[in-house]
């Protein structure tokens, strides 16, 4: 905007800077000419008092030696061609110049012909030379002048602008930064309305819809925190309720365990003030981690599994619990639609700034694959939450999610998260809704 303002006031201060310079550049010219032209008619004026008094050659040199411009400069043009002095114009100009006076231009300057009457109806012309320099003398340093104030119109039309432009900018800057700020997460931001009006109006608006903005997710957070508390009666309940040994039983307790942990993070994120999005987590752990919690309900079922391509690190842009909690949505849609005894197989794929998380079964399949992508619908296989859940994970990174026919005969769904920083879009509190939503499918 700087930039562009100032471009517009040198556009503006030069037009017219030149609407008025050009014209007193032309002026200046003609007012050094004129000046030169009116001193050789005052040099020849005091040669026409010889001239009236006697049309002697001799006398007349000597008067033309007399002139401050001296016979270099002066002539006279005498009845019967002769001429006293050094002369720099044709016969025809000067027969020409025997009625009125005329200028005619010579090589390098002016000659003024003057006609002067003499006694009988005779007639002779007195010729005053002006040379160029002369013609010109102050010219270039006025042009110099107004050239100078030219520049400085312009340069001075410039800074104006420029301290303008800052004003604007600098508002414009500070409000986008604060913008920037409130959209990560930082809700205490507000800014000093500057500027024009307007940029004061709009930094005004900014300062209501940031508390407006706070407001509302502190009276979020705090519905969210009394909505969990009141989940714990229920689990309590239920940890009581369950009774008797065995796998099963020992698998229920687990997934009660696991339920109140989920209650208990909503919670602690229901307080805690909000903050930037989380930095990162390893992959391969993670997957490690939930394969080592599913393993146990799958060996219970009798379902053959596999973990591939987790031995080494893999970091990738999003928070390990919403990578955790893709896992388990996606490993719970597997043991909820498929079969009992039904295999399944966990893939880490690494690729150029991509890394891919393949889960696929040996169960019936999708008939629709691109219907189970769409939110809401869910039907036979491994289709639900789960899928709703990795799709915005994936699409927070950059990434996207794929389902298609797995090599064990099934579904298989590709989580793919970017990895090299092309998409950073808003990833906090991504999967804390979705998490509650899958509490109960």
């Not at 797995?406 to 989580?415: D, K, M, Y």
């Amino acid at each position: 905007m700087r930039r562009s303002l100032a471009l517009v006031a040198v556009a503006v201060t030069a037009m017219v800077a030149l609407a008025f310079l050009i014209p007193l550049a032309v002026a200046v010219k003609e007012i050094a000419e004129s000046r030169a032209l009116a001193d050789a008619e005052r040099q020849a004026a005091t040669i026409v008092p010889a001239l009236v008094v006697t049309d002697d050659a001799a006398a007349l040199e000597r008067a033309l030696a007399s002139t401050p411009a001296g016979a270099a400069r002066l002539a006279v043009h005498l009845p019967g061609g002769r001429t006293v002095g050094r002369s720099r114009v044709a016969p025809a100009d000067v027969a020409s110049a025997a009625e009125s006076a005329r200028t005619v231009p010579v090589g390098r300057g002016y000659v003024l012909l003057r006609p002067v009457a003499l006694g009988g109806g005779r007639r002779a012309v007195i010729e005053a030379y002006a040379p160029e320099a002369d013609a010109r003398k102050g010219v270039s340093a006025s042009w110099a002048v107004l050239t100078g104030v030219a520049v400085t119109l312009v340069v001075g039309s410039v800074v104006v602008a420029d301290r303008l432009g800052a004003r604007v900018v600098r508002a414009a800057r500070r409000l986008g930064q604060a913008a920037a700020a409130l959209g990560a997460g930082d809700l205490t931001v507000r800014i000093v309305p500057d500027g024009p009006p307007e940029l004061v109006a709009a930094g005004r608006a900014f300062n209501t819809m940031a508390d407006q903005v706070a407001g509302l997710l502190a009276a979020e957070r705090e519905l969210a925190a009394d909505l969990s508390h009141r989940l714990r009666t229920p689990l309590t309940a239920l940890r009581l309720n369950i009774g008797g040994a065995g796998p099963e039983a020992e698998q229920r307790r687990l997934a009660v365990d696991r339920l109140e942990q989920a209650v208990d993070e909503i919670i602690e994120a229901a307080r805690r003030p909000s903050m930037p999005a989380p930095a990162g987590c390893d992959a391969a752990l993670v997957l490690r981690e939930r394969l080592a919690f599913w393993s146990a309900l799958a060996e219970d079922q009798a379902r053959p599994w596999q973990l591939v391509g987790a031995d080494e690190p893999s970091r990738v842009p999003v928070a390990a619990a919403d990578l955790g909690a893709v896992v388990d949505a996606l490993l719970g849609n597997v043991f909820r639609h498929t079969p009992q005894g039904t295999a399944f197989r966990v893939t880490l794929h690494r690729g150029s700034g991509m890394v891919g998380v393949l889960v696929a079964d040996a169960g019936p399949g999708i008939p629709d694959p691109e219907r189970a992508l769409r939110r809401g619908n869910s039907g036979a296989g491994s289709t639900g939450l789960g899928l709703d859940i990795a799709r915005r994970l994936a699409e927070s990174t950059g990434g996207g999610v794929r389902v298609e026919t797995s090599a064990l005969g099934g579904t298989g769904v590709n989580v793919w998260l970017r990895t090299d920083g092309r998409a950073a879009g808003p990833r906090r509190g991504l999967l804390r809704r979705t998490r509650a939503r899958g509490s109960r499918h």
